[in-house]
């Protein structure tokens, strides 16, 4: 991608996460990446082409992370790789904050009732995160160390669950960052094929 096209889709991001989609305008991302409108609008036909390009981003992000990350690692069982699965999407979240942020928010998903090309997009994002999901307990149940049960289902509750977290951390409701034991100790307790002991209070 051309320069100046990423370093408007890069300012949009941030602004999109922190203000909102209805929020921003582009008069403000012109002032803000010192172009012309027009000249984004070059770029980017209509501003909801804008958001499209945001997420189709957002989920070549996260595959690129994700398939680095996992191709370093070596897992010694299902179990372990979703308790890994888990930690980096929390680590990712960390690190790429404005790109989920906005995926949290109410905008994107309002307009994919109606526009079949932004629930597409949002789809393929959540779609992705849920593969590797699903990939480690896939793993997990060939070698044991993750109890039979349907795979993509399983992996969308697990998901939801994390994913819970981060919705509650972007509003500021809760310091998700000390449940992260409570959480893997959760999904153990979910997966294994013998039960554990209880999280205590």
């Known amino acids: 991608m051309a320069g100046k096209k990423l370093e408007i889709l890069h300012a949009a991001t941030i602004l999109f996460a922190q203000k909102g989609y209805n929020e921003t305008s582009i008069a403000e991302l012109a002032r803000i990446t010192g172009v012309a409108e027009g000249t984004i609008f070059y770029h980017f036909k209509t501003k909801i082409d804008l958001l499209l390009a945001i997420l189709d981003d957002v989920k070549e992000h996260v595959i690129r992370e994700f398939d680095q990350y996992m191709g370093s690692q070596s897992f010694p069982s299902g179990m372990t790789m979703l308790?890994?699965?888990?930690?980096?999407?929390?680590?990712?979240?960390?690190?790429?904050?404005?790109?989920?942020?906005?995926?949290?928010?109410?905008?994107?998903?309002?307009?994919?009732?109606?526009?079949?090309?932004?629930?597409?997009?949002?789809?393929?994002?959540?779609?992705?995160?849920?593969?590797?999901?699903?990939?480690?307990?896939?793993?997990?149940?060939?070698?044991?160390?993750?109890?039979?049960?349907?795979?993509?289902?399983?992996a969308l509750i697990i998901f939801s669950m994390v994913n819970g977290l981060v919705w509650l951390r972007f509003n500021d409701l809760y310091d998700t960052g000390s449940l992260h034991q409570e959480l893997i100790t959760a999904c153990r307790h979910m997966m294994s094929l013998a039960p554990i002991n209880p999280i205590q209070e």
């Open 83 to 154: 308790e890994e699965v888990i930690a980096f999407f929390l680590y990712l979240v960390g690190h790429s904050t404005e790109h989920f942020m906005l995926i949290q928010r109410h905008y994107p998903h309002e307009l994919a009732r109606h526009n079949s090309e932004c629930r597409r997009h949002l789809e393929g994002i959540y779609n992705t995160l849920v593969d590797f999901f699903e990939g480690a307990i896939r793993k997990g149940q060939d070698d044991g160390s993750i109890r039979p049960a349907p795979t993509r289902k399983t």
